[in-house]
C-alpha cells in the first residue's frame, strides 16, 4: 500500500505536471510537501479504518459468541459477517488471478513482439530538449 519509511507509494514522482519542469525550487519544494502531507493523511485514514474494521469484527464476534452456552459451537448458519469476509477474499483472489494473467500476457508479448519492446533513450537529452 505505502512505503511507510519515505511516505510514498513508491511509483509516483513528487511533482507532476508542468511542475516538474518548473525552475521555481520553491515551488517544488511546496508541491512535494502538499503530496507528502496528503500521502501522510491518506496512510493515517487507511490505518485508522483497519484498526475500526479489526475492532468492529472483535465485538460482533464477542456478542455473537456471549448469546451461546458453548461459544465453541457452530451451528453451521452464516451470518453477514462470513459472507462479507467470503466477498473480501474472492475480490483479492480475483485481483490476484488477473494481475497475474496480466503480467504473463505483458511478458510474453514483450519478449515476442518487437513493437512492445522498450526503445532505449537518453533521458538527458529528452529533458534538456522539454526543458527549453
Known amino acids: 500500500m505505502t512505503n511507510l519509511h519515505d511516505v510514498s507509494w513508491g511509483n509516483r514522482p513528487a511533482?507532476?505536471?508542468?511542475?516538474a519542469f518548473t525552475q521555481e525550487v520553491s515551488k517544488q519544494n511546496q508541491s512535494k510537501i502538499d503530496y507528502q502531507v496528503f500521502r501522510t493523511n491518506f496512510?493515517?485514514?487507511?490505518?485508522?479504518?483497519?484498526g475500526v474494521y479489526y475492532i468492529l469484527v472483535l465485538q460482533l464476534v464477542d456478542g455473537v459468541f456471549a448469546?451461546?452456552?458453548n461459544p465453541m459451537a457452530n451451528d453451521g448458519t452464516w451470518g453477514y459477517l462470513e459472507y462479507f469476509s467470503f466477498f473480501i477474499a474472492f475480490i483479492v483472489m480475483f485481483r490476484v488471478f488477473f494481475?497475474?494473467?496480466y503480467v504473463i500476457k505483458w511478458n510474453?508479448?514483450?519478449?515476442?513482439?518487437?513493437?512492445y519492446a522498450f526503445k532505449k533513450q537518453n533521458l538527458d537529452k529528452a529533458f534538456k530538449r522539454v526543458k527549453q
Open 15 to 19: 511533482t507532476q505536471g508542468t511542475d
Open 43 to 50: 496512510s493515517l485514514a487507511w490505518l485508522l479504518a483497519n
Open 67 to 69: 448469546s451461546y452456552q
Open 99 to 101: 494481475s497475474t494473467l
Open 108 to 115: 510474453f508479448f514483450y519478449s515476442c513482439t518487437k513493437s
